[in-house]
């Protein structure tokens, strides 16, 4: 089976809805305000070869890790705030190669402040959904590169 829209869109309620509680919608908008946000970048190497990122604003990520670590905004440290995001594209990234036959591995997330960096600049041209998770944008996006010619 490949990771379509629908797909990657169940995937990614259920990891931020039914794992860890957040108030997660569909948004029709991919932007993300790119001067204040966090980009986690995992790869998944093996029978699928893929990338994985999860793209949200820091307000964002800061209400997740607050929710996945159950401490106050105020308590988190910075590496706390990242490791969220990382956890949140591993988890994802994780639950989508079940979808997938073979044999495929995760590496460890790579979480930075997003700089717009192919392949997942403005050229991008794998598959994405964009949601308001707590409010504020929270963008998903797959690069197959097991169909890149």
Not at 82 to 91: L, T, W
């Amino acid at each position: 089976m490949t990771i379509d829209e629908q797909t990657l869109q169940q995937v990614v309620s259920d990891v931020c809805s039914g794992m860890l509680g957040l108030k997660l919608e569909p948004s029709e908008h991919s932007g993300c305000d790119e001067s204040d946000a966090l980009s986690a970048v995992i790869r998944v190497s093996g029978s699928w070869d893929s990338l994985v990122q999860v793209l949200t604003p820091r307000k964002t990520a800061v209400a997740i890790a607050s929710t996945m670590f159950a401490m106050s905004e105020e308590e988190l440290s910075e590496a706390e705030i990242r490791d969220a995001v990382g956890e949140i594209a591993s988890i994802v990234g994780g639950n989508l190669k079940g979808f997938v036959e073979g044999d495929s591995a995760l590496s460890l997330p790579c979480v930075g402040e997003y700089v717009g960096a192919a392949p997942f600049d403005s050229s991008f041209k794998g598959l994405a959904v964009s949601n308001r998770c707590q409010g504020d944008p929270l963008i998903v996006r797959v690069l197959d590169r097991t169909d890149q010619t």
